[in-house]
């Protein structure tokens, strides 16, 4: 299991253009990927609208988590691309 913790900071906090960039990267990869956020809620990276339904705003923190055989390519992928979602706004 591999992690990575990503401010939000963008002033929409997590809307549609991230959440899509976090997914589409995500369901190219094997292992199960998830972020947890507010007090421990998960959401499940591979579902926009799970992602969505998280209500991410600007200013929060959330844990990205990948476990499974391609773990840490995944970690990196949906990372980078999250990342550079979130700096277009």
Same mark, same amino acid.
């Not at 199960?32 to 507010?38: A, C, D, R």
């Given at each position: 299991? @591999? /992690? &990575?913790?990503? @401010?939000?900071?963008?002033? =929409?906090?997590?809307? =549609?253009?991230?959440?899509?960039?976090? !997914? %589409?990267?995500? @369901?190219?990869?094997? /292992?199960? +990927?998830?972020?947890?956020? #507010? %007090?421990?809620?998960?959401? *499940?990276? #591979?579902?926009?609208? /799970?992602?969505?339904? /998280?209500?991410?705003? !600007?200013?929060?923190? +959330? &844990? +990205? @988590?990948?476990?499974?055989? %391609? &773990?840490?390519?995944?970690?990196?992928?949906?990372?980078?691309?999250?990342?550079?979602? =979130?700096? *277009?706004?």
């Amino acid at each position: 299991m @591999v /992690s &990575e913790t990503v @401010v939000i900071e963008s002033a =929409l906090g997590v809307h =549609l253009r991230p959440a899509t960039a976090m !997914c %589409d990267q995500a @369901v190219r990869f094997k /292992s199960k +990927i998830h972020f947890t956020y #507010k %007090d421990g809620k998960t959401a *499940n990276a #591979k579902s926009v609208i /799970s992602i969505l339904a /998280s209500g991410i705003r !600007c200013g929060e923190q +959330i &844990e +990205i @988590v990948a476990e499974g055989p %391609d &773990e840490e390519e995944a970690l990196r992928a949906i990372v980078k691309a999250f990342k550079e979602s =979130l700096m *277009n706004d």
